[in-house]
Structures are given as C-alpha cells and as structure tokens.
C-alpha cells in the first residue's frame, strides 16, 4: 500500500498538481479532503478515482443551526435532523465524488454522559444518512480527546457497530510536537504499551483496547494532522522526518485509511500551517514506500500487545465475545471505502434562500498562492467567489445573475465557453488573460479603477 499521507484543504492549491508529480512516478496518493470549497474534489477524482475523498462543510443552509457544534441537550433525534437537514441541501451536487462527509468539529462534551449523548447524536445521524445514501466520518476529535472511559461510553452506546453496518467510518485529529511527543506513556489510569501515546496513535487505545475485540472495526481518517508548531519555523528537513515517522505508524495498522496534512490550499486562512515548500521532501518520500506490503484488513480480534509495566488497579473491561469469522477470500486486500450510491429518487435543484447575483473568479487549476492574492483589491472591491471549480462557477438554479470571470480560459483542457452553453445556459462570460500573478493584478486593478467587474 503506497503511504497514507493525504492532504486537507479549502482550495485545490497545488494537489491537483502534487498528484501528477506522483502518478508520473509510479506512486499514488490515498485520500483529500476538502472544507468549505467541494467541487474541486470533482478533479481530484478525475485525475485518480482510486483517491478516497472527504468533505466538511462548516456551515449548512441554516445559518441558526451550528452544524460544527450541534446541542447535545433535550431530544437528541430532532437535534440531528436539524443539523442534517441544514446539511443535506450543500451535500447533494457533490454526491458523485464525496465519499464521506465529516458533520461536526473538534467537540469535547463534559464527561462520560456528554460523549453518551454525542455517540447517541451521531447514531441518529447515521439513520438519516442511511436513508438518504450517504456515508459519515464520525465524531471528528480533536487531538487528546476523548478519554478512555470515555471511549468506553461511546463503544458501549452501540455506535461503532451501527457504523460498520451502515459502512461509515471514524474521524479524528492527530497533532504533536514533535509528533512522537509523550510517544510509549500511558493514559491516565491505563497501562503503559510501547506503541501508543496520548497524542500521536491515540487511536490505538480505542481500537485495540474496544473495536478490534468487539468486532466493530470501521474505516479510520485522520482528517487533521500536523506538527504543532507554525511551520514557518520548522526546516523542511524536520517537517518530512517527523512525518516520515508518523507514516511508518499508521502503515501498521490496516484499519487507517489515511492521513489528511493540515494544510494545502488554505486561501491565506491557515497562513502558519501551510506547508506548499515542503511538497517535493513529500512526494519524493512518497515514492520511496510505493511499493510497500502493508497488513491486510482483516475483521477477526486479535489480543493487545502486553503492556510493558503492570496496570494500575482499574482493570481493562472484558471484551462482549465476537461473531464468527467470516473467511477471508484466497487473496485478500485492504478494502477501499466505495462511493455512495447515487440517488433513486430524482430531486429537484434547491432553489436559493433568496433571489441574489453571483460574480464568480475562476482560476486555473494549477493557480498558487501567488495568483490568488493577486486578486486581493479586486475581492475587496467586488467581493466576488473566488475558486478553481468550473461547476461551481457557473451552478445556481434561481440566481438572478451568474457571473464567471474565467483567467486564462486557454490553460483548460475544455472550452469553457461551449462547456457553460451546453450545461449552465445564461451564464455571463467574461474572459481575462494574462501570463503572470502581476499582469493579473495589473489588469484587474485596472478594472477597480474604472469601477467595471467585467473587462
């Protein structure tokens, strides 16, 4: 299995680009994950349908509804619906390439009885997602979180066996500095195992400890991971053996479908984070474990390694006996988490809150950093969407204007003008070339000037 280091980002940034380099020698990369922004996932899977894709939206179409942080008081059920129902309008357009979507973000509920109730949340969630054929990345820890009695609630709610019948998988965030930090100590009250720590590989606790024995193993993401440093301060040297570290340890366990680096394509929101410098140090990495023989995936229980030192006095809980087997097949394989099945029942377009104009700034798809911010006083002026998704440029059922200011419309593959005609009929057209990030600037400053969004 080739490394399950993956990116995370707003903006395709350089991923579409990071996954050429890669392809063209000989390795692949396992899985992105897009917050805010998804129709640029639409390209990640055409350059490689293999990639396993993960969408957050950090808000939904209710703006009352606080979708990152749902209330985990009162009825739990209507909770859910109203945080997926806020949900469900933004997901629909992207259902053909969005394999799992995270709902909530870096929750930590006071206690026992406040993970009881956001595993309970979650399994309403899960009800709704079945019904509607979509599949979850549960929970989405931050890093620390949750405790082992903890785990323990949210294992014994019943939600991890739910998920693996409804085929949904387990989100969590993993950061350290450096990431083997407190690497090999135990968590409060457990024993201590040489290969798992409270920060990196925290998940081993959970899995080892309550899933593997149950039989309730799901698919796990990393969906944030980093070093917790800003890495404008880290030498690029130091970024890729911590992170060639890291990656050994989840190759160990089958279970981990990948990791997503926080963060490529940020769009200036994450500045500090932003490791774009460090992307050749990565793909050559990349390249050297292609080839790599990772575990295979595998449903029968096996024991926790022994602990190195003897427990203190609370005693891990018995493991509840696992079904029987099912036999592996003559050459097994990891599985790869499949798509959700497209709809059954046609849906009409979700028609707009209200009736508004859309001026949309389409970029190149190997537009970088540079190029965005040579749009800043044109954004400012205007406070046009601006984004690297021709789909998204031009949808929007009920709009009284949509507007695509296309720079360098020569660099698609398409012509994008046929390809708006043909599928989004009665969009404005406005093209704009220009072969550097300071002709750009030049040319729309210049439009700033004249008071004129179009040239």
């Not at 870096?106 to 709704?128: K, N, S, T, Y």
Request: net charge negative.
């Amino acid at each position: 299995m080739p490394s399950k280091l993956g990116i995370h980002g707003i903006m395709p940034g350089e991923t579409p680009g990071m996954i050429q380099q890669l392809r063209a020698r000989g390795a692949r990369m396992t899985t992105v994950k897009a917050v805010v922004t998804m129709g640029w996932l639409k390209d990640i899977k055409a350059l490689d349908p293999n990639i396993i894709t993960v969408g957050r939206y950090m808000h939904g179409t209710d703006k009352s509804v606080n979708v990152e942080g749902p209330e985990l008081y009162g009825n739990l059920r209507e909770s859910a619906g109203k945080v997926m129902n806020s949900l469900l309008p933004r997901w629909e357009a992207h259902r053909g390439y969005v394999d799992y979507w995270e709902i909530i973000n870096e929750q930590d509920p006071p206690g026992v009885d406040g993970h009881q109730r956001l595993a309970e949340f979650m399994m309403h969630c899960m009800d709704i997602a079945d019904e509607e054929g979509y599949k979850l990345a549960l929970f989405s820890y931050s890093l620390g979180v949750p405790e082992w009695e903890e785990m323990e609630a949210i294992v014994e709610s019943g939600a991890f066996g739910k998920a693996k019948t409804g085929g949904h998988a387990l989100s969590l965030h993993e950061y350290a500095y450096p990431m083997n930090r407190w690497y090999g100590e135990a968590l409060p009250g457990r024993p201590v195992y040489p290969d798992r720590g409270p920060l990196a590989c925290r998940y081993r606790w959970l899995y080892e400890d309550f899933l593997i024995p149950r039989n309730e193993v799901i698919p796990l993401f990393l969906t944030e991971v980093n070093i917790a440093k800003e890495l404008p301060e880290v030498t690029a040297n130091e970024w890729i053996t911590q992170m060639k570290w890291y990656d050994t340890e989840l190759r160990k366990d089958y279970y981990v479908v990948g990791a997503h680096l926080f963060t490529l394509g940020s769009a200036g929101s994450w500045e500090e984070f932003e490791f774009g410098r460090f992307i050749p140090n990565l793909v050559n990495y990349m390249v050297t474990v292609r080839d790599e023989q990772d575990p295979e995936w595998q449903d029968t229980p096996t024991p926790p390694a022994p602990p190195t030192s003897a427990p203190p006095t609370p005693t891990p809980p018995t493991p509840t006996p696992p079904a029987p087997p099912t036999p592996a097949p003559p050459t097994p394989a990891p599985p790869t988490p499949t798509p959700p099945a497209p709809p059954t029942v046609e849906k009409k377009p979700l028609e707009p809150r209200v009736i508004y104009s859309r001026h949309y700034l389409l970029l190149p798809q190997n537009a970088t950093w540079s190029w965005i911010a040579a749009c800043r006083r044109y954004w400012e002026t205007f406070k046009v969407t601006i984004g690297f998704s021709a789909d998204d440029a031009a949808y929007g059922p009920g709009l009284e204007e949509r507007a695509v200011t296309v720079v360098n419309p020569s660099q698609w593959s398409d012509n994008l003008r046929a390809f708006f005609d043909q599928f989004y009929p009665g969009v404005r057209y406005d093209p704009i070339e220009a072969t550097t990030p300071q002709q750009l600037e030049s040319l729309l400053n210049s439009r700033v000037s004249r008071g004129q969004r179009f040239g």
